[in-house]
């Protein structure tokens, strides 16, 4: 997969408005504005944006509670998404559904489910729609290392491998599931190797390596699309954060840690963008004094916003509202 | 009209719908070939061969299919073989289907739900304490979703239709023993709207709210009551959710007194909101106690001889409505 | 007497029963050194490393080693992070753990089972649909099932005590917004049984029946309706299963007027079965039609804005107690 | 493994009393004595007469719906199980069970659960019982190629893992879930490859070869027992009668049915008998005549026997009434 250097300079820009957009969310939080528990993707900015470079329009996204980030890049503005963090009426859910849950479908951004394991099953839904309708359209569904071990998984990946639907699974192994390590709750080191059991390809590779996200995710992409089925691609990454704001993070080590901001996507593709002297550091600066912009405009955006009033709250339960609960 | 049993009205609704309209999908565990583990969907494979499918024994899997493809505007009618199975695949009714819309705030754009689960429900099949149950009350305190739990051919097949061509999740409470029994049913196309309490006889000293099986016994009760003088109302709610309040209130205003019927365990049964509905807007009219007659609160035994107890009975619908009278 | 809060109260009991009984075993997700989500364990997994276990996220996998487990005479008590994962676990709860005595016929020979499923219930900390709700309503149709719902850190600590105790399987609803509520609680071993509804505070004109976190806000309304010269007993049932009617009903039988309070959505809501059964024993008491101040029927919504608005409030029971009043 | 001729003669009894115990019980059903829905294993007596070998006294086996047949082994008398399937006083359960739950605790026979795919998860409790308790026993759970694809298995299986439980999985696959061919509801043939997503050892064995039964469960019950940990064990067999009684099989070829009659596990264990020399004709035929006998009892017993009366059906709802519901 050759990636152009136009197109590493907008996933480069891509990496930072989701950096930009989290560290923001993370300073609101603390200062106590935004409401809710709120869990944030900084240092898993890459799969974020080498995943999004290989979906097509058309395609359905289903997103965990740690990729809202993801979210800008697939069509919500980052407007609406602050607002919708704040709980304005402004929100792209109208502040109905807040981090957790915040969403696009026209775009095919399907936000996330709180319930872990559920988004697993329900992808096939998706994905069964676009293969009657005959979209040419994948349904790709996002989850966690912890999530992985629902039981829904299990039976979403046999489904979605008998039905041979146009559904990838991509697992983000980021190390933990809140306190309890990977390595804790499963004792395989590869979830991918699951796959085997459904009979689809599984692949791991390097949640860091923007490149690499690339590589696994268009060819499992290409796969659904021309009828080749299911598939699971695992990326291993690092959430820089905690859980969620607020989470002392006692179960891991400062070296640990240290080690991982070595590994810092960011990080890795500038050094791939200097090396292969697409831009300078200059240029850099640029693109990354532009992303703070626009998270700066979101914010205010929000700021401004209105938050819902009371008889909003009573729409959007029933398709059309018959006057009985 | 025409005589059918509840299984045809279900299987004619459903190969109507499909007809209808291209986009209706239906899937289940043996549902296809086989015709469905009591044979309601037999025959419809061989229809619509694309668009009836087996699928493997993944109940989440099913409902998972069912969200997702609802989500994206298609309709979708899973089944679940029993009803029982409503905790395996609860999430999706309690936190998914019902809730999506109003989590994503997205009223009425493009993001419909239009999902039909068919459960079907009941004792008398002697299949013992996980295959006898009548689930409904489980599902009662779920805003957003809908419940179906018709008695008559007529029902069934009109509130089938009405379903499936809405656009919100619905569970379709079908009764295992009800399959077989027959009643009159139209040649032409019809619906039977959700919260449209039917009066299934007009009686004026007493009301007898009853679902499903319960309503048939509570007919033949009535018919024997009639023969004593005593004139019995009986009111079917046809749907739990959203439910027709009015209709209710208004017989029970009318006669006085009113005997709730379901077969489900009488502690937290589905009808305890139908009961205190009443005591909340007819209280000044009741001149008895309302009395519940439902199943007892134990699970259902194997055993026919503790099975035919477990289940109420004509009887003790007649007994009940003879203690209202005083 | 000391002062503590209700997270206190449980972690206590869970650790004296731990060091009376070498089979209690605690385990969920970070329930270990973490201390739980909400820091309700803290501690435990130091004093008890054996005996305290983290799972990965598998709620069905810690509800299957929590049946099992009882089922071979353990004293099994799992966590669910959220009540609203009951959904995930429905299964468990509804056709295992309340019917294998049932139907394996085996009352009380060894067939124990000690299960105890902490799960924090509500709505308050802008947690959006899927994990903010009140649970117990899906529960109340389930033979076999006990379930408790306190309120106050006496109440969470005794009651916690006496189901760990017990052989039958109890599901253990907390109150994520008492956590931090302070309440005196003896030093010396004590536990409250179920089926003890408390008249939390003592009164002539209205009876108010609230649960959790709506215990708290109906003392607050009745000590302003005091100053208006209204005198509200609020009684709290502690356990909706079992049930102690006789409490309930006295009281409404004394003040002729009842109020049910509480947060989930107010069709199918469990009061509903309280409000009935209130109706069947105290019709002629009743001078006004019992009212229901519970949670509107749809989902819970993510802004701080709306929430505020869902949840039931201090004045909302105030209204609804002067409604009653006439 | 070696099986001694005394043991392969014990096998062979208890083989021929499932099959005889099957056949009557389908005889009482079709003529209408038995109520209920009934699940029969005739066809599959190699896998369970085999795994019985294996276990000892104080392990706990979870059986599946068409495994009442081996309950006889564990220790239900015939004359008790066949009771609880007429619904009579004297049954194993008081008339309260019936075929699918029918259980002896005391003896380890859990029964089935009518749930497919919960037993998978409940039998962790019972490893972990064992474990905790230091018994040496282990807790193994039988289940179909249908149930398989359920997701509580899959968090079960996984637990055990993580928790290295005394637990035993057998998948066995018999072709069929009611309709749906094992070749339909998953694309892999061997559902025992799903162990290794669990990183556990799964093999697969003919199920209708009583010493490969032998072979594979001593192995796999023997890693348990010495702290090895679960694994996954998958017997191929096949049902020679309908899904339940009643079920015409419309779903199946008159060839496929013939095919595997000649594999028939009793006839592949009398050659076995006779190329050893264990016993003659004539001694078999004994042996099946005793275990007939003892079927007849069962019946006799099961007939003359009350159905429970009122009362009973109040009890074994708590652990103590305690007067209220
Ligand atoms: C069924 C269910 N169980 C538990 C939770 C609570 N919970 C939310 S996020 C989380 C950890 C998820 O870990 P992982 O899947 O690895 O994703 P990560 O947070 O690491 O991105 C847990 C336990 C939930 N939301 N749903
Ligand atoms: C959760 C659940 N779904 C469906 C059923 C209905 N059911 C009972 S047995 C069966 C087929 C099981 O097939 P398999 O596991 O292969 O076992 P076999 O009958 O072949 O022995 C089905 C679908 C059930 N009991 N539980
Ligand atoms: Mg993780
Ligand atoms: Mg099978």
Known sequence: ?325 | MREITVAQAINEALAEEMALNPEVYIFGEDVGDFGGCFGVTAGLKKKFPDRVMDTPISETGIMGLAAGGAYMGLKMVPEIMFSDFVGVAMDYLFNQVSKSRYMGGMQPKGDVCGLVLRAPNGAGLTAAAQHSQCTEALLMNIPGLKIAIPSTPYDYKGMLKYAIRGNDPVVFFEHKMLYGVKGSVPDEDYVVPFSSADIKLEGSDVTVIATQVMVHKALAAAKKLAEEGISVEVVDPRSLKPLDTETIVSSVKKTGRVVLVNEAPVFGNALAEVGLQIAEHALHDLKAAPLRVCGPNRPIPFTPALEKQWIVSEEDIINGIKKVLG
């Not at chain 1, 402004?90 to 109905?96: E, F």
């Not at chain 1, 850099?284 to 929000?302: G, R, S």
């Not at chain 1, 029933?318 to 009985?324: A, C, L, N, V």
């Open chain 1, 1 to 325: 997969m050759k990636v152009s250097n136009d197109d590493l300079i907008k996933l480069y820009g891509n990496m930072w408005l989701i950096r930009m957009f989290e560290q923001r969310a993370a300073d609101l939080f603390a200062k106590g504005v935004l409401p809710g528990f709120i869990h944030l993707g900084v240092g898993q900015e890459a799969f974020m944006a080498g995943t999004h470079y290989s979906i097509k329009p058309g395609d359905s996204i289903g997103t965990s509670h740690r990729e809202h980030g993801l979210l800008l890049l697939l069509g919500i503005t980052p407007g609406a998404l602050m607002a919708e963090l704040y709980g304005k009426a402004t929100g792209s859910n109208k502040g109905k559904g807040g981090s957790m849950h915040a969403c696009l479908p026209e775009k095919g951004a399907l936000g996330c489910n709180g319930i872990l394991g559920s988004a697993q099953t329900i992808i096939n839904g998706y994905g069964f729609a676009h293969k009657v309708r005959k979209t040419g359209n994948i349904a790709v569904t996002i989850f966690g290392d912890g999530a992985a071990n629902r039981g829904d998984v299990h039976e979403g990946m046999n489904l979605a491998s008998v039905m041979n639907l146009p559904v990838v699974f991509i697992i983000v192994d980021n190390g933990y599931g809140i306190s309890m390590s990977s390595k804790n709750s499963s004792v395989v080191t590869d979830l991918s190797a699951r796959a085997a059991g459904y009979g689809m390809p599984g692949v791991t590779a390097d949640g860091n390596d923007v490149l690499a996200v690339i590589e696994a995710t268009s060819e499992a992409f290409k796969r659904a699309r021309e009828g080749g089925g299911p598939s699971v691609v695992e990326f291993k990454t690092y959430r820089h954060r905690g859980h969620f704001e607020g989470d002392p993070t006692p179960y891991r080590s400062k070296e640990e840690l240290e080690m991982w901001m070595k590994k810092d996507p960011i990080l890795r593709l500038e050094k791939i963008l200097l090396d292969r002297n697409v831009i300078n550091e200059k240029q850099m600066k640029d693109i990354k004094a532009e992303q703070l912009a626009i998270v700066d405009d979101a914010q205010k955006f929000a700021e401004v916003s209105p938050y819902p009033e009371g008889p909003e709250g009573y729409g959007d339960v029933f398709y059309k509202y018959e006057g009985r609960d």
